[in-house]
């Protein structure tokens, strides 16, 4: 055994034996350091479904060991295997697989009998979880290397053919920047070499032995691990020389069918991109949920990443209306909200429009707060003329520093950025979240959503924000209701991309809900049905839809005092009805006024008695 390194162990599942094993100094076909199974190791009898197909070099490698009689029934344990002679592995993954028959991380599996992982004895080892990483290669000057180089030698590399030989693993991110300002000062802008510096640090100095590695080729996303450290190697044409040995899965999955999530973060373009944040989904990939949750419970512990990609892939749900939602929003019948809660899941957005009183804001608030489950979910903003995407995402502030009392300008977060970070948090991710935005036609849409109206339509896509220059994508669980005004034409349309990217619902007097709302809310409140009769002979006299007046006027406690229904009459309906016929001089009193349609509505005195 080298010097260098301890004895490593590693128990198999629930509380089984130990087997041993040591790090070697020699490297395997791919650069990764060989690892050894020392003899009489025990070895899982069965393996998991998914091992055959996702590591089948693994599975193949167990096979023959088993076919050869290296490894046997075991004497010492019963139902295990056990190895007969040393094995020697090209990596401590592989190590770890063809003894517990499904895909591992050596790197962490493989314990001192005190309980360090192995990867803490590395030289130059970045501290720090392991992390997931994307590293592009399907397009490097033109050629495919995942297909021609990563994929069958089991690397991966990126392009760095000015960097200057030897320039080491352990250089800070400032001597890393001043070496590529003098190595590509006259071929890459300043941006560009800030870029470059950003994933040369990432995969030199961040990488380590044990990150998962994704890559994207032909439509395929590929799976890794990273076996070893950074090299500098001169490849055909000069291309790709900076590398690490990687062990690829043997298999790749359809990007079309990979979480929306992950597509977000997959769609940045940069050519190393950290994808931590969604490891889990990565890490259920190809994999079952009993397949999970058998070796979740294998594992003992509950941050395995079995349990997040269980909890990762678990769907995000908005609940069942119920009775007594339709019964709080007095809703006219049941699947009615059953169909709002459908349009919301398909495009995420919706908008109520109608003329004003039919109580668009209100049911939005409701029904936002229903389905995110509570009002901490729920976000109201209002637009306006003057509303822009810096009030509404991001933007340049005057802000006072609270130690010098300074004032400078810094970025600041809108209420859209501020949602969508609250949403996209760990443990909030299969909660919904509501924005729901008042009069969302008031204001210039195109200018206040800028470039953010793409993501309302490609919700699996990110963007690089304008002021920050961060990657942004909209949460799968973020929801947005708007409300639109239709009496003042003047605001009254929207262009078609709004219309493409939102679905909506109209909130008419002439249309349930709204028709019937004012009678539910007086049979509610045990009160006379008279209000609800003058505002149907009302809205009967106005010929035009956008002008017919909404319930919501005449559904206050006010109205109903001593003279109210007279007072809110001639100071909110009648001057409506006012400005609608602005210079067509209509006698608006003799024609909505309460007499006029207490009149209309109240049979004559002689008139023969309804039929019984």
Known sequence: MT???????????????IARGELLEDKGTNGSQKFLVRTGSPARRDVVPSFQVHMSSSHGLREQLIADGRITESSSWPDYLETTKDITCNSPSAAAEILLGRSANGWLEWKTAEGHPLADFLQTQPQGANRTWLVRGSNVAGFDLVQRLWLPKDLVSIAATRL???????????????????????????GQRLTLVDELHAFLSKMKPGDTVCTISNGVLY??????????????????NLQRPAEWQSVGYPYDELPEELQQKLSIQQDVVDLTTVAALVAGLGRSDQELAEEAKESGSESSMDVAALVARRELELPEPTLGLANDVLAHDIEWLREVRDLLWDDR????????????????LKLAEFFGGGPEQVKLVQFHPSYAYEDFFEGFRPQEDSKTREVAFRITAGP???????????GNRHVPHFLVIDEINRANLAKVFGELYFLLEYRNKSVRLTYSGDNFALPPNLFVIGTMNTADRSIALVDAAMRRRFSFVELSPRLEPTSGLLRRWLAHEGRDAEPADLLDALNARITDPDFRVGPSYLMKRSVYRDGGLERTWRTKVLPLLEEHHYGEDVNIERRYGLHALRSAITPPPDADPAPS
């Open 3 to 17: 010097e260098a390194y301890p004895e490593f162990q590693l128990r198999l599942p629930r509380g089984g034996p």
């Open 164 to 190: 200057r030989d030897d320039i080491g693993h352990d250089l800070t991110k400032d001597q890393l920047r001043t070496l590529v300002d003098e190595d590509y000062e006259s071929t890459l802008t300043y």
């Open 223 to 240: 799976v890794g691990e990273v076996t070893g450290k950074a090299s500098q190697v001169t490849s055909d044409g000069g291309r790709s």
């Open 349 to 364: 957005q919706l908008i109520f429009y109608g003329p004003p009183g039919t109580g668009k804001t209100y049911l939005a």
């Open 416 to 426: 859209l950025r501020e949602l969508a970070d609250i949403a996209s948090r760990e």
